[in-house]
């Protein structure tokens, strides 16, 4: 079944990367980016959320990663091909360890190049200049758990997929408040209810408004019944 934009809808995700496996952590954040934790996900279209991290440079790898993990790369030139570990990436550009192992799990093509890296946000701190859709009342997300086998890790046990407080975008509905529901029957009925209390402001309005008119053409008529009493009073 697919679903048509009106029912897209944008959230803002804020998660704290201190002390979180690198790996676990960029599923997860892969998912929010695509959209896939959403009832309305659709493969082919842009349906993710933006994602704001924080703390970059805290996070972790198990085992010797550290030392172990090499990063490859290629200048394009003869000779030209560069390699760092993970230590090495980390000291000089902290935000490229989690970058690289989130976009590594995501297809690289023109949907994630135009649209899905852009709503991507990385940065080293507990700080970041998203305060307009973040406000400190917004808490991180939950971490990863280490077993996933009772926890729906992409929604982190939430009821709906954003937190009350974050910023939630959607150009088609700017008056549905409420948030997507993980649960498809629920967002679906939700949508109902919704559209069932629009066609009731509609009538409301239709009723309103012919009153209106109403109202206005009896005033019509009595100013003009006013004005010839007036002129054969004159005359």
Known sequence: MSFVGMHMQRAWHLINAENQVVGRLACQVATLLKGKHKPTFTP?????????????EKVHFTGKSWNRKIYYWHSGYPGGLKQRTAKQILDRHPTRIIERAILGMLENNRLRRQFIQKRLFIYTGPNHPHTAELPPSVPPLAAVPRSLKRVN???????????????????????????????????????????????????????????????????????????????????
């Open 44 to 56: 082919n279209k842009d349906m993710g959320d933006h994602v704001v991290i924080v703390n970059a």
């Open 153 to 235: 890790f992409a929604t982190n046990g939430l009821d709906h997929y954003a937190h009350p407080n974050s910023f939630q975008w959607n150009p088609y509905i700017p008056k549905y408040k409420t948030r997507i529901p993980i649960n498809r029957h629920k967002f679906l009925k939700e949508q109902e209810q919704w559209a069932k209390e629009q066609k009731e402001a509609e009538v409301t309005r239709r009723v309103e408004r012919k009153a209106a008119r109403e109202k206005r053409r009896l005033a019509k008529e009595g100013a003009a019944a006013n004005a010839s009493n007036a002129a054969e009073r004159k005359a």
